[in-house]
């Protein structure tokens, strides 16, 4: 059986599209767990993409292997069906809410430019239950049209970041926050955070595969995508780190001397990095949960959205400080038993 280097660049670009979202793109990721610990970041984001590529083989490799359908299927496989089923409410709740701080992250991206937060959370809503419309293929056509562009102006913004001279010179830069302690903690909590996601997008490819080298070619060049960008980003933030105590979004000291233009094309990057991640945990959320329901689904997912905008006024930054830190050890531990399923699986 031949391979299918396109299906490999397709889910290659799923696996970018599901992890920049609002915090990877706008750089408060980035800065967080790996700027903030100085040069040694860039030891953690090597770490913590070494892990991401191994995550992604064993969720497209079971997914291959079973034929499934979505995330449960999976996890009854990693950690058997009786705690599978603990775990099921616990990720349907993370890709809710997932989705929700998606919603809120696209009003206040609207109120960025004097605009109404309600109409910004109502584009992300129809927009993303316009891609449901065309299921698994909507997903993957969306990630593969979007990505490389926005890829390209990342990178743009990190490469004139980094060639532009005299920005710093003469500033004595003050020590990073984090620099005193080890950024290896930090680099499996971030791979971990992303698992989720990850997970749900993922588990409903096994279907799509037709050679195991497929999910090696697509996890090593998702990986490793995110893997310069993260790099290029990182460095980028340091040469600005006296800067980025004054911005909510990092990216946007690196582009304060830029034209109105050019800050609407990145506002316009930053929206549709969250709108691929918002359409990634909608679309595991959906595969998830609609076989119990009579209806297509795409009416599952404006249900969903009809009860997710009016709670998405709570505003984007409270429910990033109360919901992502609550999902932190629970998402280690899932992480954890899925790196170990490859020497525990019985052959």
């Known amino acids: 059986m031949r391979i299918n280097l396109g299906q490999s ?70 950690i058997g069906p009786k705690l599978a089923r603990y775990f099921d409410g616990f990720v349907i709740l993370s890709l809710l809410t997932g989705v929700l701080v998606m919603v809120a992250g696209s009003g206040a991206t609207l109120e960025q430019w004097n605009g109404s937060f309600t109409l910004g959370t109502l584009l992300m809503a129809v927009a993303v239950v316009l891609v449901l419309f065309f299921d698994l293929r909507g997903i993957m056509s969306l990630n593969t049209l979007l990505m490389p562009v926005l890829t390209a102006i990342l990178i743009l913004v990190c490469f004139q970041a980094l060639g532009s001279g005299g920005e710093t010179a003469g500033l004595v830069e003050p020590e990073p926050e984090n620099s005193l302690f080890p950024v290896w903690p930090s680099a499996i909590t971030y791979a971990a955070f992303n698992m989720i ?88 959320l959906v595969f998830r949960v609609a076989h119990r329901f009579p209806y ?30 609550l999902y932190g050890v629970l998402n280690l531990f899932l992480f954890t038993l899925f790196l170990l399923y490859p020497f525990s699986e019985e052959r």
Request: hydrophobic letters at 50%; aromatic letters at 14%; a positive charge.
């Open 9 to 78: 660049f397709r889910i290659s670009m799923t696996i970018v599209g599901t992890t920049i979202g609002a915090g990877f793109a706008s750089g408060r990721e980035i800065w967080e767990f790996f700027g903030s610990y100085g040069e040694e970041g860039r030891y953690g984001i090597f770490l913590s993409m070494a892990l991401y590529f191994a995550a992604s083989v064993i969720i497209l490799h079971i997914g291959w292997k079973k034929r499934t359908h979505h995330y449960s299927e999976v996890l009854q496989e990693v």
């Open 197 to 284: 996601s990850l997970l749900a997008v993922l588990s409903t490819m096994g279907s799509q595969i037709r050679h195991p080298a497929e999910i090696w070619i697509a996890s090593l060049l998702g990986a490793s995508c995110l893997a310069v960008i993260a790099g290029l980003y990182n460095a980028s933030l340091l040469k600005v780190s006296h800067l980025i105590s004054q911005y909510n979004i990092p990216l946007f000291a690196l582009i304060r001397d830029y034209s109105t233009t050019w800050n609407l094309i990145i506002s316009l990057v930053l929206w549709f990095a969250i709108y691929t991640t918002a359409v990634s945990n909608m679309h595991g």
């Open 296 to 325: 297509p689904r795409w009416a599952v997912g404006l249900v969903i959205m009809a009860a997710l905008v009016p709670l998405s006024q709570w505003g984007f930054v409270p429910l990033v400080q109360f919901l992502y830190p």
